[in-house]
């Protein structure tokens, strides 16, 4: 295949979705604060589009997507409605805010299996639906985009009719989503690819594609969509969404890059801000990358073979294709010690992605202070830790941890006695335990009375050495509700603590704000 020149590549569209199917994950369920912050990383990032959310499936995600929508300048904010005239009324009454930027991204159904099953509609009411709903959101704004759900299951020629129709009615993107990762390339190509050249009015609308990753190939599909036409990619950070996830950006976008030589394609996705963009999004939702993750993963750069330590020392591309560097990966990470000022702290912070006041900025220095006294080294990740913990202050408490004394050994059962306060009393017990971390969560469980089930328990070292912090995340249940909480701290114990009391504390948020709806 014959190289060509940056010059003839086409740019695709960067659609990302992790603040809406990206948080359709387990667990990864995002406050507005906390969908603030990803906003403002995509921005830096460069993408074309930021779905923010679903607008009416709750007054949280409406006022997220209202916030994305007046804060985030540069990308279009997309909100998801479904074809009802309702959904795209509430959608488009958060999405105002962004003006032209603002898009009404709308859906229904066209597999034979969703329509009689889910929808119990025929194709022709299906197509109506679809029509009106465009046309809808098209008298609030001309940019629309309109997505055939289960696409690639749906008769093509039923697709093709769907199509034409949504594009007369006003859509100016249509989404051929492979909604259960169902396709492989050859087959998505030549789905594409009949589009082309079968929709009389197809070049009035850019072609978008959404892959899920339940057989592992939605990167490949993505590329095989372009090959044929598409112009559009909707992804997300860390590849996450609904079961097996989404197309990952990263993948995508240093695909591109690293195999410009024969693929004609190119991004505006600044792609230095890939690893903080990962960092962020694991930071927010506890969902930590496998180590193997492509162009992210903790090895994705690392050597063990001998052969290839010896290859990288001699020439990096020999066993690298793309540098640290290319993907926001610092080769130097100690970036502060003990003898650091304020001004230096608040300026890596900003260059870390984080934008805090005077308030949380003091509390943050005293906490990068005291670490600093603990350890010889202070990373970048370390300062994703000390912000996160503060930043978890923000949720209002019901419960705080006062202090912690553990005994334990070889010959001892471990015994750990806890005091806390409770809605501002203190109370205090003991409890043993099958090591000191299960000592201590239960004496905090007997103190809150909670019900609640811890169903994960993650534990971890933010940076290599035996004074580093650990960071510990859990994942507690109580009936339908789920929440993650995280604490990270150079005492494991007390990181444990730290999480579960947290996870208590979003719990107890979660169901004052449900009374309060009720």
């Known amino acids: ?43 830096k990032l460069n993408v074309d589009v930021i779905e923010a959310g679903f607008p009416i499936a709750s007054e949280g995600d409406f006022e997220a997507v209202k916030k994305v929508a007046q804060t ?25 805010y962004a003006g032209e930027k603002g898009r009404i991204h709308t859906f229904i159904a066209t597999s034979d299996i969703h329509m009689k099953y889910k929808l119990k509609m025929t194709p022709s009411q ?61 087959e998505y190509f030549n789905i594409i690819t009949y589009l082309k050249g079968n929709v009389a009015n197809i070049d009035n609308a850019v072609i978008s594609v959404h892959c899920h990753n339940d057989l592992g190939l939605s990167v490949a599909n993505s590329i095989a969509a372009i090959q044929a036409g598409a112009g559009q990619v909707e992804c997300t950070i860390n590849g996450i969404g609904e079961r097996a996830g ?19 394609f190119r991004t505006s996705v600044v792609t230095e801000q890939l690893t903080p963009a990962s960092r962020l999004l694991t930071t927010v939702t506890g969902i930590v990358v496998q180590p193997n993750k492509a162009i992210v993963g903790a090895n994705a750069f690392a050597h063990e073979a001998g052969i290839h330590q010896h290859g990288v020392l001699m020439e990096k591309s020999t066993y690298e294709i793309m540098t640290p560097e290319s993907v926001g990966l610092k080769t130097n990470v100690l970036v502060l010690g003990k003898h650091s000022g304020r001004h230096a702290f608040k300026k890596r ?49 019901k419960y705080t941890l006062s202090h912690i004394t553990v005994t334990c050994g070889s010959f ?5 006695t806890v005091q806390m306060e409770i809605d501002g009393i203190p109370c205090r017990t003991a409890e043993l335990g099958d090591g000191p971390v299960d000592a201590t969560l239960k004496a905090i469980k007997k103190l809150t009375k909670t019900k609640a089930k811890l169903t994960q328990y993650n534990v971890g070292s933010i940076t290599g050495g035996t004074d580093a912090q650990g960071e510990v995340t859990v994942r507690l249940a109580d009936g339908e509700r789920t929440v993650i909480g995280r604490g990270s701290s150079t005492d494991i114990i007390e990181a444990s603590a730290k999480a579960y009391i947290h996870g208590l504390n979003r719990l107890a948020l979660k169901k004052d704000r449900l009374t309060d709806s009720l």
């Open 1 to 43: 295949m014959a190289k060509q020149t940056k010059s003839e590549h086409k740019t695709i569209k960067i659609f990302d979705t992790t603040l809406r199917d990206g948080e359709q994950s387990p667990g990864a369920s995002m406050n507005i604060e906390e969908k603030l912050r990803i906003a403002k990383q995509l921005q």
């Open 72 to 96: 985030i300048k540069g990308p279009e904010i997309a909100g998801l409605c479904r074809s009802g005239f309702k959904d795209i009324d509430r959608g488009w009454e958060a999405l105002q």
């Open 126 to 186: 299906v197509l109506d639906a679809a029509v009106k709903a465009v046309k809808r959101a098209k008298s609030y704004t001309p940019n629309v985009e309109f997505s055939c759900e289960d696409a690639v299951r749906t008769d093509l020629k039923f697709l093709k009719e769907v199509v034409g129709a949504v594009i007369d009615a006003g859509a100016t993107t249509v989404n051929i989503p492979d909604t259960v990762g169902y396709t492989i390339p050859f």
């Open 246 to 264: 989404n197309c990952s950006l990263e993948e995508f976008v240093m695909t591109l890059k690293t195999r410009s030589d024969i693929l004609p």
């Open 349 to 397: 912070l900003e260059e870390l992605g984080y934008d805090l006041d005077d308030e949380m900025l003091n509390k943050a220095f005293e906490r990068f202070k005291a670490l600093a006294d603990l350890k010889k080294e202070v990373y970048d990740e370390d300062l994703d830790a000390i912000v996160t913990d503060e930043e978890l202050l923000r949720v209002e408490e």
């Open 412 to 416: 001892a059962v471990a015994t750990a």
